[in-house]
C-alpha cells in the first residue's frame, strides 16, 4: 500500500508440557520440572512474537516458514527462527516500533524472569528494552493452561518503514 509507514501485528501460540525438555520463552531458560512440547524448543513467546512479525506484513505464518515436517528445525533454538524471519523483515525496511506480549501460564510464576525476558527479546530486536513488554497472568486454573497442561502467548507488534 503506497504511504504506509507503519504496519501492526498479532501473534498467538500455544504448546503443552510436557517431562524431559527444558522450558524456554522469550529465549530465557526458565527452571521448571517441564518444558514445552514441539518440533523446535518450542518457545511459545518467540513463536508468537515471529507470527506477529510475519502478519504484520501479510508474508504468512510460522508454519509456512518453518514447517514441522522438515527435519532441519528438529530441536531448532525459536532464536534462530525469530533471527531468520526478522533479517528478512528488516532487509524489506522495517524496524520494530513496539512488541507487546503476554505469556499465559499457571506454573511456574514468570514475575521473576520477565525483566530477563525483555532484555533477551530487546536483543533479537536490537532495540530499547523500552520497547518491549512481557506480561504474564495464569488462568485461575481454568482451562488446560490453568491445569497447567501447556502454556500459551500472545503477541502484538508495530512495525515503522525506515527511512
Known sequence: M?????????GFDVHALCEGRKLVLGGVEIPHDRGLLGHSDADCLLHAIIDALLGALALGDIGTWFPDSDERYK????????NAVWKHVSELGWEIVNCDTVVMAEKPKLKPHVESIRLSLAKLFSCAVEQVSVKATTFEKLGFVGQEKGISAQAIVLLNKST
Open 75 to 82: 530441536d531448532i533454538a525459536s532464536t534462530d527462527l525469530f
Open 2 to 10: 503506497a504511504g504506509v509507514a507503519m504496519r501492526v501485528g498479532c
